[in-house]
């Protein structure tokens, strides 16, 4: 029994290093992309996203290109399905899906920042200690770049999902793809690539107007 009682206290005690191990590295790995991500005065990049629900089959892909300009500007401009739209402009949120939908827009009020933003990249690298708990789940490839996962569960119920994944670039610290459950159970991927940093960007992406005979819906109101 005594050597027993040693061969398991020593099992515990590995298995608390490298759980300490563990969240240790995801710790240094959230550190490097909230160090790159503070850089960013503005980024473009192209997207893919893979969305799947299991109540309705087969998966769905998107593609198009994203515009981020720190703290509260962020979009996403659909190239398929071509025309849809989502634009935070600091001040609302404009939802507009004409491939489902043509002829409505949904616009909301956003914080700059917090569990609710939708700016993508600040959600999960801008102070993510604070909204998550995390955990390494090793090293991984996207299109050729090597990169480090970080597991997400988020701690409060503000956030609008079950989980995430973050796969975060070994050399710059780069968000370079994410995975999220949403508490439906409805997994989206998204891969970033082509990184325009620190470059202009049109005005007219980091804003929204309407199209004549769209109706503007607020919840809420």
């Given at each position: ?5 040693r ?25 490097r ?6 850089t ?21 892909v ?39 939908v ?8 956003i ?12 959600q999960f ?5 604070s909204?998550y ?6 090293p ?24 995430a ?21 409805q ?35």
């Open positions: 029994m005594k050597i027993f009682s061969v398991a206290l020593l099992a515990v005690a590995g298995s608390l290093v490298s759980t300490q191990a563990r969240a240790q590295t995801a710790t240094d790995v959230l550190a992309a909230s160090t790159r991500y503070a960013i005065r503005t980024l473009q990049a192209d997207f893919r996203q893979t969305i799947v629900n299991p109540m309705l089959g087969g998966p769905e998107a593609t198009g290109v994203l515009f981020l300009e720190p703290p509260d500007r962020f979009a996403m401009r659909f190239t398929d399905p071509a025309g849809d739209r989502i634009v935070a402009d600091g001040t609302w949120l404009w939802l507009f899906n004409p491939s489902t043509s002829d409505q827009v949904i616009k909301t009020p914080p700059e920042a917090g569990p609710a933003t939708p700016n993508l990249f600040a690298v801008d102070d993510p200690l909204r708990e995390v955990e390494y789940m090793g991984d490839n996207i299109d050729g770049i090597a990169v480090e996962r970080v597991h997400l569960i988020p701690l409060s119920d503000e956030i609008p999902f079950r989980e994944t973050i796969y975060v670039d070994v050399s710059g610290g780069m968000l370079r793809a994410l995975q999220v459950i949403e508490e439906s159970g997994s989206r991927h998204m891969v970033f690539e082509n990184f325009r940093r620190n470059q202009p960007i049109a005005a007219h992406e980091l804003q929204f107007t309407p199209p004549s005979g769209v109706r503007v819906i607020t919840p809420g109101r």
